[in-house]
T-cell receptor
Framework: DGGITQSPKYLFRKEGQNVTLSCEQN?????MYWYRQDPGQGLRLIYY???????QKGDIAEGYSVSREKKESFPLTVTSAQKNPTAFYLC??????????????FGPGTRLLVL | GDSVTQMEGPVTLSEEAFLTINCTYT??????LFWYVQYPGEGLQLLLK?????DKGSNKGFEATYRKETTSFHLEKGSVQVSDSAVYFC????????????FGKGTTLSVSS
């Protein structure tokens, strides 16, 4: 089955620690995205990538980093500079080439908690 | 910049009641519009979409019509079920390939039997 997988489902971060969230898709999509979801705030864009080896900052990129070395993978690192990392993190992908009506497909999410 | 505004929740209904969740948008050009649904602890699933003015998206008994004159995309369902309890997000796409969606803050729907 085609889809997006995220791991782990739950992740615990200690003070000063960097942690990496995994996102893999087998939909052959060019574009991938990371969103952060906080209660009552909807989804906010962290980073996005339209093609391999290229990515752009979203609205709340500070304290986060990404890489896009393979088409299928778009890992997100939450660095120690992110002072309030507790949230639900969602990865998504889209075709990236169709122009109109870019439907995004979402993974099941990773919940990050601070110890 | 582009934005989406949804009615605040929570919305609490009895089973078989009529549902409306309001969504209005601000955008330059001609965006595409989406409704996504999120069940507890899960990611978002596409519910329906519309790509141009007067288009009606529909799925699983839910409908929404793209109204350019009122810049709205209200979600409706004639008879809700307990299983419809979820968070509903309205979103727009600026219609550039690989551009991220812009989401509203979400509306929580709770349906009781």
């Amino acid at each position: 089955d085609g889809g997006i997988t995220q791991s782990p489902k739950y992740l615990f971060r200690k003070e000063g620690q960097n942690v990496t969230l995994s996102c893999e898709q087998n939909l052959n999509h060019d574009a991938m995205y990371w969103y952060r979801q906080d209660p009552g705030q909807g989804l906010r864009l962290i980073y996005y990538s339209q093609i391999v080896n290229d990515f752009q900052k979203g609205d709340i990129a500070e304290g986060y980093s990404v890489s896009r070395e393979k088409k299928e993978s778009f890992p997100l690192t939450v660095t120690s500079a992110q002072k309030n990392p507790t949230a639900f993190y969602l990865c998504a992908s889209s075709m990236g080439t169709s122009g109109r009506a870019e439907t995004q497909y979402f993974g099941p999410g990773t919940r990050l908690l601070v110890l | 910049g582009d934005s989406v505004t949804q009615m605040e929740g929570p919305v609490t209904l009895s089973e078989e009641a009529f549902l409306t969740i309001n969504c209005t948008y601000t955008a330059t050009g001609y965006p595409s519009l989406f409704w996504y649904v999120q069940y507890p602890g899960e990611g978002l699933q596409l519910l329906l979409k519309a790509t141009k003015a007067d288009d009606k998206g529909s799925n699983k008994g839910f409908e929404a019509t793209y109204r350019k004159e009122t810049t709205s995309f209200h979600l409706e369902k004639g008879s809700v079920q307990v299983s419809d309890s979820a968070v509903y997000f309205c979103a727009l796409s600026p219609n550039q390939a690989g551009t991220a969606l812009i989401f509203g803050k979400g509306t929580t729907l709770s349906v009781s039997s």
